[in-house]
């Protein structure tokens, strides 16, 4: 059975993180009821602005009181989590809301859990928490999909590199180690497409990774070429970049995952493969040119406006 945008209640977890800042364009426009999860009445208000006929809810997802009250007349759940020191045990709030919630004879039909690839990796932390997280989800009994995308584009400082005269890309870690890289856009095509479809996408699981495995080196390059200016790479010492991380998030207890994170990338890097996700999509994923391509453009233009 396929969603029913018209009546069934969509739930949409960290609204406006990259992953929902790609999922809502996509949604907006064929589902009627929409809830949104926020952490901030910052956020709230920026979002109820953009998006006046939805309605959106500040909430700690730490708080265990919390799930309930998002997942209240809920039919349908895009749970996307951040990074917290507490984060696999708001996922296991969210999952036994949504299941009692089906045992007192309440509507929920489908979560979609937005985990991370190889969450098997236990060096990593946040991978090592989602991997938990995924276990408890697939021994609940609730129909689930969940999805696994690689390294984000979105993380590279665009807008940076952009209003430089002369850029540079600080590097956290070695930038000859291999990625593989996906756009929020693409996740959030393809996890509209699960959404709405549902049934067809019942306890499956999508490594989500939209480019071919390329080193930052080329990534700059393609950048560089998109900006049309040369853009130096400068490494940067593992403490400032942690330190930097950690800022950015505003969550000190953010520091042992940012460490090891770090870390494993400048040894390891992320490396999976486009066939899934550009199933999902009926199309091959946007490549690394495209959305540099695309990017630049979109903050050129902006640029001009404003000026």
């Known amino acids: 059975m396929s ?8 739930l949409i977890t960290c609204a406006t993180g990259k992953q929902g800042t790609g999922l809502l364009p996509q949604i907006v426009k064929k589902w009627k009821r929409l809830r949104f999860h926020v952490g901030s009445e910052a956020s709230k208000e920026r979002l109820q602005k953009q998006y006046p006929s939805a309605e959106v809810v500040v909430a700690d997802m730490a708080d265990p009181t919390t799930a309930s009250k998002l997942l209240d007349g809920v039919t349908c759940c895009f749970m ?25 004879g309440g509507p929920f039909a489908h979560m979609i859990y937005s985990s991370v690839i190889f969450p098997i990796l236990r060096k990593l932390l946040n991978h090592d928490n989602k991997r938990y997280a995924e276990e408890y989800l697939v021994e609940s009994g609730l129909p689930y999909t969940i999805l696994q995308p690689t390294h984000m584009m979105e993380n590279f400082p665009m807008e940076k590199v952009v209003r430089e005269a002369e850029p540079v890309y600080p590097s956290p870690y070695n930038p000859e180690i291999v990625f593989t890289w996906v756009t929020a856009n693409d996740i959030g095509e393809a ?37 049309g200016k040369d853009i130096r ?68 233009n902006l640029s001009t406006v404003t000026t």
Not at 195 to 221: C, M, N, Q, S
């Open 233 to 300: 790479i400068e490494r940067i010492p593992l403490e400032k970049a942690v330190d930097g991380l950690v800022r950015r998030n505003k969550n000190e207890s953010m520091r042992p995952f940012a460490t090891r994170l770090l870390v494993y990338y400048n040894e390891r890097g992320l490396v999976g493969n486009t066939n899934v996700l550009e199933m999902l999509l009926g199309r091959k994923p946007t490549s690394y040119h495209e959305w540099a391509q695309m990017k630049a453009h979109e903050i050129m």
């Open 80 to 104: 996307v989590c951040p990074p917290l020191q507490h984060e696999t045990m708001a996922i296991y709030h969210m999952i036994d809301a949504a299941v009692a919630q089906r045992a007192a």
């Open 3 to 10: 969603a029913d945008p018209e009546q069934d209640l969509l």
């Open 191 to 227: 996890a509209a497409r699960v959404l709405e479809e549902r049934r067809k996408h019942f306890y499956a699981t999508y490594p989500l990774v939209g480019t071919e495995p390329a080193t930052y080196i080329e990534a700059v390059r393609q950048v560089s070429e998109a900006i």
